[in-house]
């Protein structure tokens, strides 16, 4: 099976090893360096046209994706194989707060 990331590329879902975020405001210090050191390696593939909303991290590169991580998620999600939850920060809690 293929994960459709944008414009004319696919990447094998068996190679995805998570699908983030790209945040740029509110990225971890690691997750800039990770995302540099990719760079570096030549390992980070740059979107398929538009502006960068998900990277994807597979066993042997990193790619930039325009689609948001819960669609990629659900484009990856089949009967006999499953994502990994996406890395996000929790949803705002609703209602009244006890204590």
Do not use: C, W
């Amino acid at each position: 099976m293929f994960l459709h990331i944008g414009a004319d590329t696919l990447i094998r879902l068996s190679h995805v090893v998570g699908i983030f975020e790209y945040n740029m405001k509110n990225r971890a210090v690691a997750t800039r360096e990770f995302l540099q050191l990719a760079e570096a390696e030549h390992r980070l593939v740059p979107p398929p046209g538009g502006e960068p909303k998900t990277f994807i991290v597979t066993n042997r590169n990193v790619y930039l994706s325009p689609i948001s991580a819960a669609t990629l998620r659900r484009r990856g999600t089949t009967a006999d194989k499953t994502l990994p939850e996406i890395a996000a920060p929790p949803p705002p809690r609703r209602g009244r707060r006890r204590g």
